[in-house]
């Protein structure tokens, strides 16, 4: 470590006494659950959900202890995803964005994740994939130019993340080291011209849209490579975790929350309603009574899975020092079979609440419009259960997404 490195800070007692998570969630449960037909309209997170996620550090969850943050293990944070997602699911993308951009302060310099994180408590960090980019190496850093798209959150942090390839003095690429698919350099929000594409079907308020600069110097230590775990620095179970095992487990999180919701609502609007020439209502309808108790066996089968996962995973890791690959994709199958069987039991809410749920009076359709697009993020890619079949089958693994 540098001698003028900051020192690493042991948790301190005011982090060490906060309340779980999930209770913090509760306690702004309100405010998150009514400003979600707000933060719609508006496309982005309004100031208030802002405001209370900073009061409540739900910013900073994966933030090692060291440098200010929770350091939670992996159960606490799929229940902390999920109990957000419950009340509106842009709000839950945005803390998953945000939170798993802050794990990998953990490969960071000390001196240099203090810097981004440690001065301000609303510290916040997002990135997204390239649409072109490049990184010049010049004296005491590199020169970035490019545009940048698909960041979720980023209107709310304080740091963005720009993925790009690399290129000496004389204009020859420079190659990644075996294993690693991108660089990503950081730099003030405030360096950046924003655009205004983020034109979606679902997770609008996420505002993941795009931005852009040109020529912008970026000092020396401030990137990583985006398999970061060869240079972490921080001794914790958590950091030896890939962040696609952070983000799978966190938004397989949200979509079980949006699904409890549609779930739940449901079952309250068939206990009164009578469809249009029916005799009944829809909770004597016998084929219902058999959708809600299968949607239920579903959606509580799945949950379990990813919960036990995540908890004997951690467990196993905070005993051993390591991540096995098999425990990888042990997380990577309980994710995705957790997101499609959510977005199964979504498809079943919105066909037993009929009519109704096409009007944004009621939160079906919004919910519904949020886990199809969850679907189509690369997390929700059902393609990852082919990888983990092969694996299964003794084919080499590929660890992409795992």
Known sequence: MNDKSPPLRPPSEATLNLADPVERVASIAETLRTAAPENEALGRLTPKVVDKLNEQRLFRLLLPAAYGGDEVDLATWFRSMEAIAKLDASTAWCVGQINGCAASSAALAPEIAHKMWGSDPRAALSWGP?????????????????????????RHATWLGLMAPVFDRTGKAVPLPQGVSARIFFVPASAVEWIDNWDVIGLNATCSGGYRLEGHF??????????????????????????????ATGFSGVSLGI?????????????????????????????VQFQIGEAEARLRSARQYVESTA???????????????????????????????????????????????????????????DIKTLTQQVQ????????????????EPTLSFA
């Open 311 to 369: 908890e004997r995973v951690f467990q196993e890791v905070r005993k051993s020092g390591k991540l096995t690959i098999e425990r990888r994709i042990d997380i990577r199958m309980a994710a995705t079979f957790a997101i499609h069987e959510a977005n199964a039991v979504a498809d079943t809410a919105w066909q037993i609440a009929g009519a109704t749920a096409i009007f944004t009076v009621h939160s079906f359709e919004r919910r519904l419009r």
């Open 218 to 247: 970026v000092p020396a230590g401030y990137s990583f490579s985006r398999e970061h775990l060869p240079d972490v620095q921080l001794a914790g179970a958590l950091f030896k975790f890939p962040l696609n095992s952070l983000f």
């Open 259 to 287: 699904a409890r919701s549609m779930l739940n609502d449901v079952i309250v609007l068939a206990r009164d309603k009578t469809p249009r020439l029916a005799k009944s209502t829809l909770r004597d309808n016998h084929h």
């Open 130 to 154: 390239p649409i072109r980019s490049r990184a010049e190496e010049v004296d005491g850093g590199h020169r970035l130019s490019g545009e940048w798209g698909m960041s979720s959150g980023s």
């Open 380 to 395: 929700g890619r059902q393609s990852h259960l082919q990888d983990v079949g092969a694996y299964l089958m003794g084919l």
